[in-house]
């Protein structure tokens, strides 16, 4: 008996050791999450309510480009750009999704562009680039963010 209670109390010294475990610190744990993040990619891109129904997100991806982009043409086909400047079939649009879901048009000039009119051609940008579906911000983990991308639009498909 005495050698039980002694063999109790000998595992019970040296088993106190299994409850103190180490507590990792807060910010080495920080430090190590914000390196594993890939600060360039999003977890979900930006989408719409017709490219939700997509499960692979590189067809929903593709799916919310092609969207986008043929909005964008069928906007801006209303015969303004291609009456005032016959000679500009092609402009890129930088494109800002706000995490509240507001989208953002900005035209992207060459440098040396002084054949058009880029103040005339940012104003019409801005008057018909408005009204758009409601697109939902592009997420990183879990939690929505904002995104900018650069769409090459076609204004004339002659």
């Known amino acids: 008996m005495k050698k039980a209670i002694a063999l109790f109390l000998v595992s019970l010294c040296f088993s106190c050791q299994y409850f103190e475990k180490k507590v990792p ?3 080495e744990l920080l430090e190590k999450q914000l390196k594993e993040i890939n600060w ?5 891109y930006p ?3 017709d490219c939700e129904k997509l499960t692979d997100a590189t067809q929903r991806k593709q799916c ?3 969207f986008l982009t043929a909005t964008i043409q069928q906007k801006l086909a209303v ?3 291609s009456t005032l400047f016959p000679k500009l079939d092609t402009i890129e649009v930088k494109v800002t999704v706000f995490p509240n879901s507001i989208m953002e048009f900005e035209p992207q000039f060459p440098k040396d562009s002084v054949a ?3 103040i005339k051609i940012d104003s019409i940008l801005r008057v018909r680039l408005v ?3 409601k697109v939902n911000p592009a997420i990183k983990r879990g939690i929505p963010v904002k995104t900018k991308f650069v769409l090459p ?3 004339k498909t002659e």
């Not at 360039?40 to 979900?44: A, F, G, I, M, T």
């Open 131 to 133: 009204n758009f579906p």
């Open 64 to 66: 919310f480009f092609e």
């Open 40 to 44: 360039n990619e999003v977890d979900e």
């Open 116 to 118: 058009y009119d880029t």
């Open 79 to 81: 015969d303004t750009l």
């Open 153 to 155: 639009v076609i204004i």
């Open 47 to 49: 989408s719409v309510a």
């Open 25 to 27: 610190n807060e910010k």
